[in-house]
């Protein structure tokens, strides 16, 4: 059973602080992942995706990748309350074109 | 360039009917994937249509199927419809050229059975 695994929060974090936001992936196989932020009410909003160990950055967001260790982070540097949302890690396991979603993060930044 | 259209928006109706859902991708794109989104389960992937034909399944049971029309256009259908298939309904489309194209979703169908 292919599985992402998120922790399901919430994380609270203050106004400017950096949020940090784990994923991991049971499935070595897996291709690419991908973050989406999800308003309540709202539908998934892709964030940024990430093919290649290491860091990537976009604005004030970085995925970060370690396909050894199975995980993908994102982390929000000057956190606003305008952040504050579900984030879902999704990996394409590489099998086909499809995906698997995490359960979501649900971030709350305090002013 | 328009996003991704669903329709309808919302949806209510009694255990036994059937619905059918209506997606619309991203001009250019030819894949169009199907998940069902509930507060215990998350989001579960249901199937992915590319070029009218269906490359991937879930584990959903047969009474959830769906359809690619030429124009890339997608619907999908629930038959006997039981009250845990009240849900948030999201397609996603992509290019899909590769397992390293995003998906981008619509809005969603918001499905209630009574």
């Known amino acids: 059973q292919k599985e992402v695994e998120q922790n399901s929060g919430p994380l609270s974090v203050p106004e400017g602080a950096i949020a940090s936001l784990n994923c991991t992936y049971s499935?070595?196989?897996?291709?690419?992942f991908f973050w989406y932020r999800q308003y309540s009410g709202k539908s998934p909003e892709l964030i940024m995706f990430?093919?290649?160990?290491g860091d990537k950055e976009d604005g004030r967001f970085t995925a970060q990748l370690n396909k050894a260790s199975q995980y993908v982070s994102l982390l929000i540097r000057d956190s606003q309350p305008s952040d504050s949302a579900t984030y879902l890690c999704?990996?394409?396991?590489?099998?086909?074109?499809?995906?698997?979603f995490g359960k979501g993060t649900r971030l709350l930044v305090k002013p | 360039k328009a996003g991704v259209t669903q329709t309808p928006r919302y949806l209510i109706k009694t255990r036994g009917q059937q619905v059918t859902l209506s997606c619309s991708p991203i001009?250019?794109?030819?894949?169009v994937s199907w998940y069902q989104q509930t507060p215990g389960q998350g989001l579960q992937f249901l199937f992915e249509?590319?070029?009218?034909?269906?490359?991937n399944k879930g584990n959903f049971p047969g009474r959830f199927s769906g359809r690619q029309f030429s124009n890339s256009r997608s619907e999908m259908n629930v038959s006997t419809l039981e009250l845990g298939d009240s849900a948030l309904y999201l397609c996603?489309?992509?290019?899909?050229?590769?397992?390293?194209?995003?998906?981008?979703f619509g809005p969603g169908t918001r499905l209630t059975v009574l």
């Open positions: 996603a489309s992509s290019w899909a050229a590769s397992d390293y194209n995003e998906q981008f």
């Open positions: 499935d070595r196989g897996s291709q690419s």
């Open positions: 990430i093919y290649s160990n």
């Open positions: 999704a990996v394409n396991t590489g099998q086909g074109f499809s995906f698997i």
């Open positions: 001009s250019g794109h030819r894949s």
């Open positions: 249509y590319f070029s009218e034909t269906q490359r």
